[in-house]
């Protein structure tokens, strides 16, 4: 299962002091992990309002359609973030989750750690793109531990997403 395999929903507003919709990914969000020169492994500032009623919480996502594998690579991936939040600083994709609410969980991102990923497409492999979104959930808990897998997670959102906020950045490696 991929991102592809979430329903249409309706959108809310989600903003960023890290990336502007459409633009380059910053060096900060690319991988020193994998080797891109001037990466940080630092996730996205983000802020977000508009969210429909019935909003129990939040999921937040960064996903790499592009990349060369069956159902693309999911770089990040954050559930059970309080209703009560409406924003996470830039770096709160750390290992260990110490900058996000208490509550929330990292998933293993397709690296196999909890965390954020930065942007790494393979050298001369063309644009990839990367769909940061904010999910709206009607619970405030998905039942998915840090353990859970990426299929797990569309397969619950699939079903408890009631609004998704989106920003697309890009990022290339020659």
Not at 11 to 27: E, H, I, M, W, Y
Not at 46 to 68: H, I, N, Q, R
Not at 69 to 90: D, E, F, M
Request: net charge negative; charged share 15%; no cysteine.
């Amino acid at each position: 299962m991929s991102y592809a395999d979430l329903p249409q929903v309706p959108s809310f507003d989600v903003t960023s002091g890290s990336l502007k919709d459409g633009d380059a990914l910053s060096p900060a969000q690319t991988s020193k992990r994998f080797g891109v020169t001037g990466g940080k492994d630092e996730s996205p500032q983000l802020g977000w309002s508009g969210a429909p009623e019935g909003t129990k919480g939040y999921v937040v996502t960064v996903f790499d359609p592009d990349a060369p594998r069956a159902g693309g690579y999911w770089h990040w991936a954050v559930v059970n973030i309080p209703a009560t939040t409406n924003s996470l600083p830039a770096g709160a994709g750390v290992p260990g989750g110490a900058h996000l609410p208490a509550g929330a969980v990292q998933l293993k991102n397709d690296a196999g750690f909890p965390g954020y990923l930065g942007a790494a497409p393979p050298p001369g492999h063309g644009p990839h793109r990367y769909i940061v979104a904010v999910h709206a959930v009607d619970v405030a808990e998905l039942g998915l531990d840090a353990g859970a897998s990426t299929e797990a997670l569309v397969r619950t959102l699939a079903s408890h997403t009631l609004a998704r906020a989106v920003i697309t950045g890009h990022f290339e490696r020659r």
